[in-house]
């Protein structure tokens, strides 16, 4: 890092050694969060600011913020069915289960999507979610989110299958499990706007149908 001689280093507030690294070396930087979607936006405004594109930042931000408004808009009134969000981290059959809560911006698109969380009491972003837990719940929908390298169509299909032992879910019995992978799903930024329309498909089908050149103008932002 000391090589490539940065003008900025952008990161995390978190990170003390990245924080402690900069300081000792009086590297410009600038530390930000990103774990919900206000936060997102400060973000890349102050991105904007630091390398001097502060049009281009207020462009992106009203072009993500038009397609929350019109999912937010065409969703009114519309009734929320219950859901279980989870990471797609691992392959691994004996994985842990790890759900999404509603204090991060993963679950406020789910709630924007019409979902209702069935993990809206937890405190924590991304809980331990046990399997006598999804019984107990039986939420009308499961979604499992995750890079494209693991939810491959093979695994997306092996997953489905474990969900088959679990009968008494509705998810489960009404065949309601959906597999969601993008390389930039778990990652806070501008293109998570695009995932907001796999979710709504997934919760809300007979909804998702519905475009307009709002969703359209901004599918694949830049």
Do not use: C
């Amino acid at each position: 890092i000391i090589t490539l001689k940065p003008d900025l280093i952008i990161h995390q507030p978190n990170k003390q050694k990245i924080k402690n690294f900069v300081e000792n070396l009086s590297i410009p930087n600038l530390p930000i969060a990103m774990l919900s979607f206000a936060e997102i936006y400060h973000s890349i405004k102050e991105i904007g600011n630091a390398v001097h594109r502060e049009k281009a930042a207020d462009e992106l931000i009203q072009s993500m913020q038009e397609k929350i408004d019109y999912n937010r808009k065409r969703l009114a009134g519309v009734s929320q069915k219950s859901v279980l969000l989870l990471l797609g981290i691992s392959n691994d059959a004996m994985r842990e289960l790890y759900g999404v809560g509603p204090k991060t911006f993963l679950g406020e698109m789910l709630a924007l999507a019409g979902g209702k969380n069935i993990l809206a009491e937890t405190q924590a972003q991304y809980p331990k979610v046990s399997k006598e837990f999804i019984i107990h719940e039986s939420p009308e929908i499961i979604i499992e989110i995750g890079r494209t390298d693991i939810l491959t169509e093979e695994s997306s299909v092996k997953r489905r299958q474990g969900w088959q032992k679990f009968s008494t879910i509705r998810a489960v019995k009404n065949q309601n499990i959906h597999m969601i992978g993008a390389d930039y799903i778990l990652i806070p930024g501008p293109r998570l706007v695009n995932i907001i329309e796999l979710f709504v498909k997934a919760i809300h089908p007979e909804v998702a149908s519905d475009k307009s050149p709002v969703a359209e103008k901004v599918e694949h932002p830049r």
